[in-house]
């Protein structure tokens, strides 16, 4: 392709989409399915309160993560609280720094001290190294993020957490149908926690789970999502409401029927995304690691500065110009979100995949032809890097700005 830089949206170019294509928008899966489970649920009048369509949605989960226990729960974040909360932590416990602020928010929620630790700069993940540097007699657990879909390094953690009597869990959100070494995820450490928020592989509109082998825990966590009640007039545990509705279950069932073809069409667009960007100076989407068995959850390219003409956010504003509602995940880093500022900047590696990376959209909001277009766009930018980069230094007005995704806003 030989377009002008004029081409470009920012410049006096038509934006290359009449709608946005989102990083997340969501797997539908079979609506009938979804509508015939929640007329099911509506004619039993049965809405909530642990309902059949949770119990399967439940028995469906636990199968898949090859897990004897699955609590299903209205959200990851709420299930990370209860597994903390369940299974006894105090004090200090140590989690990465580059993740979704879920994961640390949830520890504090619970009174606890998050420590935060940097991340491998390849992969993202929790480097067991800093996690070992950072135990203190005060520690009582890890939780490991198995960041984009691709596991952490589970077994080392593993090894560090017994070295040290720590309670170990996951925060596997973004990793629903991921495995490492051949086990699905959602069996490693104590407890592993699932979201089936929209955005996320399979859906419940908002959704999580806890999912363990430990039945004394699996047990703590279904009481506590309900009040801590555990018979008809007994609460044996400080609890909260953190149930899934039929409604959510219904959307979940329907949407695990597809979650196959969501996996392929991840893993199509990832390598079409790969093939489509090759050779660009400056800007890569690493290959597939085949040590691990990645649910390709999100497509990120890593842009680096000074080779490709651009910095990653210029970059993101040609593309949203564009209605390519690129993202940046995860930015600025836990360590640099106003509730932990005061933890510590030492996250070398967390700031530079912060300040590196973007997440380009994938799953049903594009199609191979979209993917061609977004990297031609992106080999245009690249071509015109210089003017692009004056264009933004003299720019006045506001940059698009990097959270403004939703319809409407
Ligand atoms: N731990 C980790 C590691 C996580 O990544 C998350 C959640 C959690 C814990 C907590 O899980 P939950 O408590 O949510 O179950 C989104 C999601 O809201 C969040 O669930 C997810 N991680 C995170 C990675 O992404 P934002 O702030 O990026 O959302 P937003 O509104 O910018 O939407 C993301 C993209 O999806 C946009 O491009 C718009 C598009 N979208 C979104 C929705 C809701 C749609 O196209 N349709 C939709 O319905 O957090």
Avoid at 69 to 74: D, L, Q, S, Y
Avoid at 364 to 371: K, S, T
């Amino acid at each position: 392709m030989n377009r002008g830089v004029n081409h470009l949206a920012i410049f006096t170019g038509v934006p290359e989409f009449d709608e946005p294509r989102y990083v997340g928008l969501p797997n539908i899966g079979d609506r009938q399915r979804f509508f015939s489970l929640l007329e099911g649920a509506l004619d039993r009048r049965w809405l909530s309160n642990g309902g059949p369509l949770v119990q399967e949605f439940e028995r469906r989960v636990a199968d898949q993560a090859g897990v004897r226990h699955c609590v299903a729960t209205c959200n990851a974040t709420v299930a990370l609280e209860l597994a903390i909360r369940a299974a006894d932590l105090t004090g200090e416990v140590i989690v990465p720094a580059f993740t979704f602020p879920a994961t640390v928010h949830a520890v504090r929620w619970m009174g606890l001290k998050p420590v935060l630790s940097d991340v491998d700069p390849e992969t993202g993940n929790i480097d067991p190294a800093q996690v070992a540097a950072l135990i203190t007699p005060r520690t009582s657990a890890v939780i490991g993020v198995h960041l984009w879909g691709r596991p952490c390094a589970v077994d080392e953690l593993a090894a560090i957490a017994d070295r040290h009597g720590l309670t170990l869990l996951f925060d596997a959100a973004q990793a629903f149908g991921a495995r490492h070494a051949g086990r699905p995820v959602g069996g490693f450490g104590a407890a592993e926690v699932f979201s089936f928020h929209a955005t996320k592989l399979v859906n419940a509109f908002e959704g999580g789970a806890v999912v363990t082998d430990d039945s004394g825990l699996a047990a703590r966590v279904r009481a506590m999502q309900n009040f801590g009640i555990v018979g008809e007039d007994e609460v044996a545990h400080t609890g909260t409401n953190a149930k899934m509705s039929e409604a959510a279950a219904a959307m979940g069932l329907a949407s695990l029927a597809g979650m196959e073809t969501f996996v392929d069409r991840n893993r199509r667009n990832y390598l079409r995304y790969r093939e489509a960007l090759a050779g660009i100076a400056g800007l890569s989407v690493p290959p597939p690691d085949p040590s691990v068995e990645h649910a390709y959850h999100y497509v990120v390219a890593r842009i680096d500065a000074d080779a490709f003409g651009l910095c990653r956010d210029d970059l993101m504003a040609v593309l949203r110009a564009e209605n390519i509602m690129a993202k940046r995940y995860f930015y600025p880093g836990c360590h640099r979100m106003a509730p932990y500022h005061a933890d510590g900047d030492a996250f070398p590696h967390t700031e530079a995949l912060a300040e590196s990376l973007l997440t380009l959209p994938t799953g049903a909001a594009v199609d191979d032809r979209d993917i061609d277009r977004i990297a031609a766009l992106i080999r245009v930018a690249a071509a015109h890097a210089p003017a692009v980069a004056a264009h933004f230094a003299k720019a006045t007005g506001p940059v698009p700005q990097p959270s403004s995704s939703g319809p409407g806003q």
